[in-house]
């Protein structure tokens, strides 16, 4: 019976794969499973006689950074696929960084990409995203491309995109799907996640971590704990890693982190903690794996990719938004390949680089499915994982 159901799977699963490879004229059809982001390098389709689409090329791309320096993180990624989009089909790439945190600073970095002549101006984040509120209809020229964030009002009362704005919203949860389950694959069921604030994005990689926490337990027969905490700061301190140390001296092997610098807190209660089991360390948003030996992996969103797509997207359409995408926001994950688990430092040693394939697969193809939720008051049925809120 279980070779039998076990075939079934196999075939639902090679049918729609093939479905998925059924793409008109004009698209790629071939899917490969994300693991190194950084590498990604955006090929464009053929027409409907097998020609490479060419691009006009000629113009600038700015990219308004919420961060002061771009040597790492996701404004860094997304510099990187600019670059390399600019590169690619003959465009010329600027930046403007912020002079610090502050949506002032956000504001007047996106009015000097704005009036830098740039046709398309990108940023990402909720300081952008507050900042574009205030000054997307001042530009009627200027087209806007903003990530994990839309534009709103400073109490978060108003949400409105100008037409001139196309916004992508990662799919946290089923970024968080993937941790949740390579961590308990990798047989770690005393769990912690800790969060920089209860709001949605942050909300949703603990929600998904625990619905791939449950599937793998389920899989393995095992029950998991796990801790959950909201620090209300995203910066790493004292107070913050000896709440984590506390946890690791106390029975948790694992702790899952997501945003600002908090995970430099996890790196240092794993180091400190006195429990005579070995602490590991999960990231979220973008590769972090190689801050230390005791990251297990991050669990990604594919800045670089995904920008190079809404770029060839934009200057496809005229340099442009089009009906579907101009004042609209985009919902991106495994179906576009813009959330992974992140590859070039594979510490997992029960879950192989195959097996994850295989999961992404039918997480692509919709065989499991992974729901979203925006608060910590309704949670995913988790039978086989017990959950500790501590705030």
Known sequence: MKKFIA???????AVSLCACSDKPAGQTASFTVPMDDSTYTYTAPTDADGETVTLPGGSVIALAAEQTSLDNGADA????????????????????PAADSSVEAAEAALREAAESGAPLVVCRGEAMAQAMFNIQNNYPGVHYLLFDGEPHNDTYTNYTSASNVHCVLFQEEQAGYLAGYAAVTEGYTQLGFIGADEVPGIVRYVTGFMQGAEYAAEQQGLTVNLRTWFTGTYQAGDETTNRMLDWC????????????????SAIDAANETTSENTVRVLAADYDQTGLSDVMLGSAIKCYNSAVQQELYEFFSGNATWGQAA?????????TTGAVALAGPYWRYEQLSQRDYERLYEQLRNSVLKVD???DMRTLPDTPSVTIDQQN
């Not at 075939?7 to 699963?13: D, Y």
């Not at 510099?79 to 930046?95: H, M, V």
């Not at 001296?249 to 430099?264: I, K, Y």
């Open 77 to 96: 990624l997304l510099w990187k696929g600019i670059q390399t989009f600019a590169s690619s089909f003959g465009y010329t790439a600027e930046s403007y």
């Open 372 to 374: 979203s939720y925006a």
């Open 249 to 264: 001296n106390n029975g948790t092997t694992l702790l899952f982190v997501s945003g600002g610098n908090l995970v430099a």
């Open 7 to 13: 075939l079934v799977l196999t075939l639902a699963l």
């Open 326 to 334: 101009a004042g609209q926001s985009k919902k991106v994950g495994y």
